[in-house]
């Protein structure tokens, strides 16, 4: 046990069992806590952990509001840019999260924002190290290095600056010309018109959804965690010293403390105990295909289409698109096929595009600054939620986190 005082012995609930309501309840049963994981899904990570980009990007934790977005303003609201769009609406939500995104979006802002993100990344890839080595998990995790091409020479040049700022935090990432770039992946050579990656050698792949099932057979297995599934939670309310769990099914549960893992649907639970979180959906997609003639080993980020390109066994995962305030989850046949199309013109023989075995949409949970919502909200209540475009790779640290908030709220 990490260490058994105060938390041990406190019956904890963590709603959600996406990959940060898996990785909170490992912290916590660490610590000692009895912890309850509760879902309403069939089983974990069936929400926006399922399929994403496969990507453990420790190293590129830009925030996603910066000075470039003033440029993509136009087409993001009018919505003819294929890859990064928003739907508009009247909502008042929409407009303070919108109205918050563009105040983060100055030089300043973005180094800062980004360096926060850096430091949970980094103490993120050391707990999901140290996991690993107590409890190994099946889950095609490999150290594949990343490569992130740009095919504008302005934009390349831009991105000088932010890997200057983080190599001085520790961060092993440099450019590369597009010689250098197809000496370390092959595959690249398929790619035209290339200004210049930068490359981070030290980022992993895996499959988030086997990552999840793997830890919660431990967590049930060595840490007596529970979980249960087919369970829609529809109140939090205090009842004197601890919290009543109600759900859907009309069961009632009471707790010493609860911790809200529920991403993108958080505000819903939150509302009536007056607690705001400004959290937007991004809705993004992903396909998965088998490996084609040139498939890259290395990680490959397309900056101007917004993709990345993850090989995980035989297979090459690919993910990409943002609708900002896209709330359905629903993948749209038009929008897959935007995604197909995207990669064939980035890597044209990464994949066999025309065997495409399944496709996904989800919505990150995005916040202005783009670091997740970390906090102590009401005694006994705390949240751990809002982690964007990069959930999987903070979800360890972000754990960590939630649970000092816990142990020092007692
Ligand atoms: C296309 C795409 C690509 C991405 N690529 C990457 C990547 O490469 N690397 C990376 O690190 N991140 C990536 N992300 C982001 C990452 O997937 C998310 O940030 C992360 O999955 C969020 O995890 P979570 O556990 O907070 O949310 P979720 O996985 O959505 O989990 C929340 C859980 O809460 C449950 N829930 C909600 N409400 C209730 C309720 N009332 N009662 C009970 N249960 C409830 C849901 O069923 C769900 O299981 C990507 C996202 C998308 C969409």
């Known amino acids: 046990m990490k260490t058994t005082f105060p938390l041990a012995g406190r019956r904890t609930a963590v709603i959600g069992a996406g990959v940060v309501g898996l990785a909170t309840a490992y912290a916590l049963a660490r610590r000692g806590a009895r912890v309850h994981l509760i879902d309403r899904s069939t089983g974990p990570a069936m929400g926006t952990s399922f399929a994403n980009g496969a990507q453990l990007s420790y190293a590129y934790t830009d925030a996603m509001a910066g000075p470039a977005v003033w440029k993509q303003l136009p087409g993001l609201l009018f919505g003819n840019d294929r890859c990064f769009r928003a739907r508009n609406s009247l909502d008042l939500d929409y407009f303070r999260w919108g109205l918050s995104f563009l105040r983060n979006a100055t030089a300043g802002r973005n180094r800062r924002n980004t360096l926060d993100v850096l430091a949970l990344a980094q103490a993120s890839r050391e707990e999901m190290d140290a996991l690993l080595e107590r409890h190994p998990i099946q889950f095609e995790h490999r150290v594949a290095g990343k490569l992130h091409v740009y095919y504008s020479a302005e934009a390349f040049h831009t991105a000088r600056a932010m890997v200057e700022l983080k190599q001085a935090h520790g961060v092993r990432q440099w450019l590369v010309s ?13 790619a035209t018109g290339m200004a210049g990656a930068v490359y981070s050698p030290e980022e992993a792949v895996g499959d988030p959804w086997r990552f999840a099932t793997g830890l919660l057979e431990i967590l049930r297995r060595d840490y007596a965690v529970e979980a249960s599934f087919n369970r829609r939670v529809t109140a939090l309310r205090r009842d004197g010293q601890h919290w009543q769990v109600h759900s859907a099914q009309r069961t009632v549960q009471t707790f010493d403390q609860v911790v809200v893992c529920t991403g993108i649907d958080a505000a819903r639970l939150l509302r009536p105990l007056g ?3 400004p ?14 003639s040139r498939a890259p080993t290395t990680s490959i980020t397309d900056t101007s289409r917004k993709l990345v ?14 609708e900002v305030n896209e709330w359905d989850t629903t993948p749209e046949a038009a929008r897959v096929r935007d995604l197909v199309d995207l990669a064939r013109a980035s890597l044209p023989q990464a994949a066999d595009y025309d065997q495409v075995a399944s496709h996904w949409a989800g919505l990150r949970p995005v916040t202005p600054t783009s670091a ?4 102590a909200a009401s005694p006994g209540l705390a949240l751990n939620l809002g982690h ?12 960590e986190r939630v649970a000092a908030v816990l142990h020092h709220a007692r």
């Open 178 to 190: 597009p010689e250098e770039a197809m000496g370390i992946e092959p595959a690249l050579a398929g």
């Open 275 to 277: 607690i705001r979180v």
């Open 279 to 292: 959290v937007m959906a991004v809705k993004g997609y992903s396909f998965t295909a088998p490996c084609g």
């Open 309 to 322: 390109f993850a090989r995980l066994g035989s297979s090459i995962r690919v993910a990409g698109l943002a």
């Open 372 to 375: 997740p919502v970390i906090r």
């Open 388 to 399: 964007g475009m990069l959930g999987w790779t903070l979800a360890m640290g972000s754990a």
